[in-house]
């Protein structure tokens, strides 16, 4: 799903203002608005005419990619409860990204999740990267393409260690495509799943397949459970 919005409010094209981009979640609010949640500290709320309401109508919070100006001197008279900062921004993308709920780990489909290799950015070299965020895994990844159409599929696989339950792995199936070339892709996972860490911040690992080295590789995020899921 793709929501794509570009207008202007700002009336004094002198006004000081900065280009920024964010990896967010989208909260809709009881009175039909919403606002973005940048970090556990910072909201954004949407001062576009066409965005003063939830653009969604099935209700639910969205991951989204938003990028939008500010002016730092002027954050606005809307304030989000709970956030330290409020920054009232002006939206000229906003391009929500898909969720898939992972799957629990079943040694008899094994194959069927594919063995296919991952392009996964895991360095803040380019944005946006892979991120453990409010809830959420959501990765960034380069994935082997051909030219036959085919629809290919990426799974988080929750359950992989039976003695660690933070060990997850993702998998991609090509489904007898063909490698032509790499294609960019985002995806976002929640984690509401995964046992409650009772307000403990744990080691999040995540395995891949590397395209880079075509060896199994892991990486490690810092994960607290949400406590408002």
């Known amino acids: 799903m793709t929501l794509c919005v570009s207008s202007c409010n700002r009336t004094d094209p002198q006004d000081?203002?900065?280009?920024?981009?964010?990896l967010v979640t989208m909260r809709p609010q009881a009175d039909g608005s919403f606002y973005m949640k940048a970090t556990e500290e910072t909201a954004l709320v949407a001062i576009n005419?066409?965005?003063?309401?939830?653009?969604?109508?099935?209700?639910k919070e969205h991951r989204a990619l938003v990028q939008f100006?500010?002016?730092p001197e002027d954050?606005?008279?809307?304030?989000?409860?709970?956030?330290?900062?409020?920054?009232?921004?002006?939206?000229?993308?906003?391009?929500?990204?898909?969720?898939?709920?992972?799957?629990?780990?079943?040694?008899?489909?094994?194959?069927?999740?594919?063995?296919?290799?991952i392009g996964l950015y895991i360095t803040d070299e380019v944005f946006p990267t892979t991120v453990v965020e409010d809830g959420y895994l959501t990765a960034r990844?380069?994935?082997?393409?051909?030219?036959?159409?085919?629809?290919?599929?990426v799974d988080l696989l929750t359950g992989v260690d039976p003695d660690d339950p933070y060990t997850v792995e993702?998998?991609?199936n090509m489904h007898g495509d063909d490698y032509y070339d790499n294609a960019e892709a985002l995806y976002c996972f929640p984690l509401k799943d995964l046992p409650d860490t009772e307000g403990k911040t744990v080691k999040l690992t995540i395995k891949w397949l590397s395209l880079v080295t075509g060896k199994t590789e892991t990486?490690?995020?810092?994960?607290?459970?949400?406590?408002?899921?």
């Open 141 to 153: 990844m380069a994935l082997p393409m051909g030219l036959s159409g085919v629809t290919h599929t």
């Open 16 to 22: 000081p203002v900065y280009m920024a981009a964010a």
């Open 69 to 71: 100006t500010y002016d």
């Open 219 to 229: 990486a490690q995020f810092d994960y607290c459970t949400r406590t408002d899921w």
């Open 170 to 172: 993702l998998r991609h």
């Open 49 to 59: 005419d066409d965005l003063k309401k939830y653009p969604f109508e099935d209700g």
């Open 75 to 117: 954050p606005g008279t809307s304030v989000v409860p709970g956030y330290k900062t409020t920054q009232e921004v002006e939206v000229f993308t906003l391009d929500t990204i898909l969720t898939k709920k992972p799957l629990v780990y079943e040694e008899e489909k094994d194959e069927s999740y594919g063995k296919s290799m």
